[in-house]
């Protein structure tokens, strides 16, 4: 402490000035912050109320320069004021911290979420069997590569289109029914249809389908597991062929 007086304001002015360059560190490093950032407007309250504190703790240093505070009660307020400043100050930090581990793990869980359903995607595109799958409203969504060689049916062709679209009438009905029984709750089991792409001429496809509910992405789909039924009805007419002429 230097007795000189003019000494002594110019080193509390000084200390002020490095204080408010302080205060600018802070408020720049607090504006160029991603907005994004979790727990953003918590950090930026703690900021601002401790540039409060300090400012008040300035006004009552001053006072108590021109004697217009006594020291007792410029310690007691110093004393409550850092006290009030540490634990709001800890608190906000601990609420922060656990807020940025919370967010963390929620970006882990819907990174292995997102890498999970692309595996999944992966695999239904892939996959050695007949697979597609429809929406509650009944339209395809998926079509896999295997499905689409099986019958023709190109998946731009399938997906967007009602699945009852993609049936000869003969199918339809059964198609509809064990749909509905799969929505419902009830075991479908498997169901014999016969695919074939409106307005295109080719050769039918019969299918034996296994209908499975599956939740994902927060929708509800039906997923159907096809088996091509196509050679083995063919060898059934010429099974019956046969019959028929061994009957003659």
């Given at each position: ?181 799969c929505w419902s709750g009830l075991s479908s089991g498997a169901v014999e249809v016969t695919l074939s792409c409106p307005g295109k001429e080719q050769q039918p496809v019969q299918m034996l389908l296994t209908l499975i509910v599956q939740l994902g992405g927060g929708r509800k789909t039906i997923t159907a ?24």
């Amino acid at each position: 402490v230097t007795p000189d007086a003019t000494m002594g304001w110019f080193l509390v002015t000084l200390s002020f000035v490095a204080y408010l360059a302080a205060i600018w560190d802070q408020v720049d490093i607090v504006y160029e912050a991603d907005p994004g950032m979790h727990g953003i407007r918590f950090k930026i309250g703690v900021v601002v109320l401790k540039e409060i504190v300090f400012a008040l703790y300035g006004v009552v240093y001053l006072l108590g320069i021109a004697n217009l505070v006594s020291s007792v009660s410029e310690q007691i307020f110093y004393t409550y004021g850092d006290v009030m400043l540490k634990v709001v100050q800890a608190s906000v930090l601990v609420v922060v911290r656990n807020w940025e581990d919370l967010a963390e793990l929620q970006r882990a869980m819907e990174r292995k979420l997102e890498a999970g359903k692309q595996d999944m995607s992966r695999l239904f595109r892939r996959a050695k069997a007949p697979i597609f799958a429809i929406s509650q409203e009944g339209f395809v969504v998926a079509w896999n590569e295997h499905l689409a060689r099986a019958s023709d049916i190109s998946e731009e062709c399938a997906v967007g289109k009602s699945i009852l679209e993609l049936v000869q009438k003969d199918s339809k009905e059964s198609l509809k029914l064990a749909i509905e029984s799969c929505w419902s709750g009830l075991s479908s089991g498997a169901v014999e249809v016969t695919l074939s792409c409106p307005g295109k001429e080719q050769q039918p496809v019969q299918m034996l389908l296994t209908l499975i509910v599956q939740l994902g992405g927060g929708r509800k789909t039906i997923t159907a597991i096809g088996q091509d039924l196509t050679e083995v009805a063919a060898m059934r007419a010429m099974q019956e062929r046969k019959s028929q002429i061994t009957a003659v």
